[in-house]
């Protein structure tokens, strides 16, 4: 039997079997044509069944589809890091490959605190923020802040310190911990599984200057913000981290795939005629040649149709089209970039929705208290026009 992501087997729905998929479509086995409103968790922003990553992958598989990084390399790998460090400001040089997103999570942990053990510091704490969601490996748990995720391993977080999202806070936190502290790791401007919740850059401005002057690494965990779902193209162009994390729709939802990415400073510290200084991690998967042919075209995609602008439009459809739109049992309307969240006082009104949405032609997805819409970047006016319009209507009907 299968197992599910986040579902009790014993009392799940039987989930909806998808033959194909085209654009921003889902086509189902019992023959329903879906938009998906979630884009596959928030990584297929060229949509499905895409033409030309499709011709990437095909033309590298007749060559070879993986092969280790352990001694060995190949184009792929050497290409995508080369547009990787062309392509993110400042001196975001180094990139270490991984299969997932967590495990990009993990590894970036693991650097920071190796940084300070292998110059000889007892630094060993970590600050990340309250609703944090950083994947669902142990120390991806350990520096996230949602029970409703992790309720079973609550326990793990004895040097992990969380803090709201305010200034006083943050300096707070530095004042009491920083000379403690190893890092402080970020969803930056948009916390996702969090909640969808949106706080101001000048917060992360702030977390710049202090890690600066109390020497903490500054992480930002970009793996469902990046490539524009905030409205930026990454927030890593406004403030700089020393380790960034990529992911999801590095790809374009293709593959599995991720990567770490550390400036100067951080290579630095492992550079070192000991051996004992190397970071000894490697995922078998690492720069997988298939993986990589999909990310070099998906950001060559990015480019060449200015994926910007479109995110732009879908940011001014979804201000548009909720102008003024209220009911007694929304909390907040949430806009951002590519993203479009809907907060309800009481998680049971959107008890029904999905089916409600499927009935009506949408794959949708809401958890706990949040009803949100975070489409493919290709989606077009009338397509995204329907997602919102099913959203209010939901709320209309009640």
């Not at 921003?24 to 044509?33: A, G, I, M």
């Not at 479109?310 to 209220?326: G, H, M, P, Y």
Request: with cysteine; glycine share 6%; hydrophobic share 40%.
């Amino acid at each position: 039997m299968l197992w599910f992501p986040y579902t009790q087997m014993k009392t799940a729905k039987s989930p909806v079997k998808i033959t194909h998929a085209e654009g921003v479509y889902l086509y189902t086995e019992d023959n329903h044509k879906l938009i998906d409103a979630i884009s596959s968790w928030w990584c297929v922003i060229h949509g499905y069944n895409h033409p030309e990553i499709n011709e990437a992958i095909k033309q590298q598989i007749d060559k070879f589809s993986h092969v280790m990084l352990g001694g060995l390399t190949h184009d792929p790998v050497e290409k995508l890091s080369q547009k990787l460090v062309e392509w993110l400001p400042g001196n975001l040089n180094y990139c270490f490959f991984s299969d997932s997103g967590s495990v990009a999570v993990e590894v970036a942990l693991k650097m920071a605190l190796q940084f300070n053990t292998n110059r000889n510091s007892s630094r060993n704490k970590i600050l990340a923020l309250e609703h944090a969601y950083h994947g669902d490996t142990f120390k991806a748990m350990e520096v996230g802040d949602d029970e409703d995720y992790h309720f079973a391993f609550s326990n793990q977080k004895s040097n992990v310190v969380h803090i709201s999202t305010t200034i006083p806070t943050l300096e707070e936190a530095f004042f009491k911990f920083g000379n403690e502290l190893s890092c402080f790791i970020v969803e930056p401007l948009l916390q996702c599984a969090g909640g969808m919740r949106m706080y101001d850059i000048s917060f992360l401005q702030k977390a710049r200057k202090l890690c600066d002057e109390y020497d903490v690494l500054l992480l930002f965990d970009e793996i469902a913000t990046g490539f524009g779902r905030t409205g930026k193209r990454f927030v890593s162009d406004l403030v700089q981290p020393d380790i960034l994390m990529l992911g999801k729709a590095l790809t374009g939802g293709y593959i599995g795939h991720a990567v770490t990415i550390t400036n100067q400073k951080v290579w630095d510290g492992f550079y070192s005629d000991n051996p004992i200084h190397a970071l000894m991690h490697g995922p078998t998967f690492m720069g997988n040649a298939l993986a990589c042919c999909a990310s070099l075209k998906s950001i060559e995609l990015f480019e060449k149709y200015d994926y910007m602008s479109k995110i732009k439009k879908i940011e001014e459809i979804f201000n548009r089209e909720t102008k003024d739109f209220t009911h007694p049992d929304i909390k907040e309307i949430r806009i951002m970039g590519g993203c479009l969240c809907i907060e309800v006082f009481d998680k049971t009104v959107l008890n029904g929705f999905q089916q409600f949405a499927y009935d009506n032609g949408i794959f949708i997805r809401p958890f706990l208290n949040y009803m949100y819409t975070m489409p493919s970047y290709i989606i077009n006016e009338v397509e995204l026009v329907k997602i919102i319009d099913t959203m209010k209507t939901w709320f209309n009907n009640r």
